[in-house]
């Protein structure tokens, strides 16, 4: 299935619609991230990253595109970051009650040995030595970790959740690019900060 690719207001680049987070405004005029891509309305497109968020929020790109006034609220970014999350952790309950998601370490890597993994998730404030004793395992395929133990065990209703499996399919092929798009945009954030510090 070939993606719909969209350009971003920011870097004017065309990319898959993956790689990007939708904006429309709401009925108050108030901008607002349809991470899903199925509000109705007008949408512009931005790169999944916090800093594009934050030069179409600053150079007033999103008025220039929708050519009207918008509302943009101070807390736009942690929003949109924040839906991106529960997409993503939305992804692994359904797969969870679809039965094509195990977790624990054993369970997990008895899927691998099956050969029957479409990607693994591991929690990325895991301890290293069982992460890599499964990634070892797991040399050929997605490996998730943008993560953390706690946000896991919400996700699938467990205490402690460091190690998940999704069987390959749609749901599997979903959840990598979801988790992709979020990693992009956290990483953007770090990037921004180190590089602020470097210069400070």
């Known amino acids: 299935m070939v993606e719909p690719r969209r350009k971003c207001i920011v870097t004017g680049r065309v990319l898959e619609t993956t790689a990007l987070v939708r904006f429309v405004v709401g009925p108050d005029a108030g901008l607002v991230a349809d991470v899903d891509g199925k509000l109705p309305g007008r949408g512009v497109w931005v790169s999944a990253s916090r800093a594009h968020l934050e030069t179409a929020i600053k150079k ?12 943009v609220a101070p807390d736009l970014a942690a929003a949109v970051e924040g839906r991106l999350l529960r997409r993503c952790l939305d992804i692994l ?4 009650r679809a039965g094509q998601l195990v ?9 691998l040995k099956a050969n029957r993994i479409g990607v693994l998730v591991q929690a990325g404030d895991a301890a290293e030595d069982g992460r890599q004793k499964l990634a070892r395992l797991y040399r050929a395929g997605p490996v998730v970790d943008a993560f953390s133990v706690e946000e896991l065990s919400l996700a699938l209703g467990h205490e402690n959740v460091v190690h998940a499996a999704l069987d ?33």
Not at 182 to 188: A, D, I, N
């Open 60 to 71: 007033r790109l999103f008025q220039r595109a929708l050519r009207r006034q918008v509302t």
């Open 93 to 96: 309950g359904l797969a969870r």
């Open 103 to 111: 977790n624990g370490f054993e369970k997990v890597r008895a899927a």
């Open 168 to 200: 390959r399919g749609r749901l599997a092929d979903r959840f990598v690019q979801e988790s992709m798009r979020l990693t992009e945009f956290r990483l953007s954030d770090r990037i921004a900060a180190e590089l602020s510090v470097e210069q400070a």
